[in-house]
């Protein structure tokens, strides 16, 4: 066995184990792997079975290991190279529609929905009605268009994998962000108790540091949103405004229950 195989023996003995083990040691893994991957001589002296192999275990493991670390910039190089070594293969791996579902969350998580539709167009109908990694993905961003946000009721038991988890909390930051700006624009202020119901947090000083963050005034169990130009947009608001945060707010309930 050279030494690329036992490195890729140890990584697949580490990653199945509980919690994928240690993150540290998958990290120090992924890494010699990948330099070893780089040597012409090393790889000449592989069968053209076992360097696919090795090949399509290294890039989608480090795929989901940016996703367990929370590394959305890791992993977006990482999804690409599994695209790319894809390409190169003709036999499809099994993982094939874990990582096309996770990368279809990762891009409506970012916002970057003509990608979305884009990878989805590679994707068989089939597929997308019936793979559970691929129907998530596609009914969330139906919902999202549509403002019908009662059709996806998601609790985690709906997750086809748990790596989704991250996504749908990125998703949750975004509509938290969504619902304050409605907020602002539909009220001079609100008791703090009401502003967290309505965000979703869980405790007061999670809304103090949100509030904070978006630069709202804390005055005793109030919190004050305007300065002069948001009296300003709030006057040329319309009542469209509320019925978009109120939608937002259901919405993000249901995504809360993911999380």
Known sequence: MSNLQSLHASLLAEWKKPSHGDVQKVSQILGTIKKELQN????????????????KDFFEISALYNVVISDMDGFEKAIADVHSFYQCVAEDSSSKYLMYGLHLMYLLAK?????????????????????PYIYLPVKLEQSLMEGAYNKVILNEKTLPTPYYQ??????????????????????????????????LFESD??????AQ????????????????QEKKDSQKASLDTKRIALQNIYYAKQLEMIV
């Not at 304050?180 to 008791?191: D, H, R």
């Not at 000083?205 to 949100?210: D, G, N, P, Y």
Request: glycine share 4%; proline share 0%.
């Open 205 to 210: 000083e999670e809304l103090r540091q949100f």
């Open 40 to 55: 012409v001589e090393t790889l000449n002296n592989l069968s053209a079975e076992a360097s696919s192999g090795i090949h």
């Open 111 to 131: 916002n970057k929905l003509s990608d979305f539709h884009m990878l989805l167009e590679q994707i068989d109908q089939s597929v997308q009605q019936k793979d």
């Open 213 to 228: 963050a978006r630069g709202w005034t804390l005055d005793k169990d109030m919190l004050q949103f305007e300065n002069d």
């Open 166 to 199: 991250v996504f749908v909390r990125v998703l949750m930051n975004t509509v938290r962000s969504d619902i304050a700006v409605c907020i602002e624009k539909s009220f001079k202020g609100l008791q703090v108790k009401d502003a967290a119901r309505m965000l």
